[in-house]
């Protein structure tokens, strides 16, 4: 790891939540930028798998299910 990368981590530890938001989402949204293919990727396989549930080939699980068993796994 780099000492500006190191420093950037320290300096960011340091912030308060909303301001490690706001860093994490402006870092997450560069991402999304340098990489429109994968996004164009994403957005195919989620319209796929969207496709699958409207049509009955696939049936979805609630949300308050997957959480549950997210939190429980034994659940």
Known sequence: ?????QNL???????????RAELAH????????Q???AQAAWLSLAEQRMGEV???KVVGIPGDEVVR????PRA
């Open 9 to 19: 981590k320290e300096v960011a530890a340091d912030l308060p939540a909303s301001e």
């Open 54 to 56: 409207r049509s009955g």
């Open 69 to 72: 068993k997210l939190l429980d």
């Open 35 to 37: 990489d429109a293919g």
């Open 1 to 5: 790891m780099s000492a500006v990368l």
């Open 26 to 33: 402006y870092l997450l949204t560069s991402l999304d930028e």
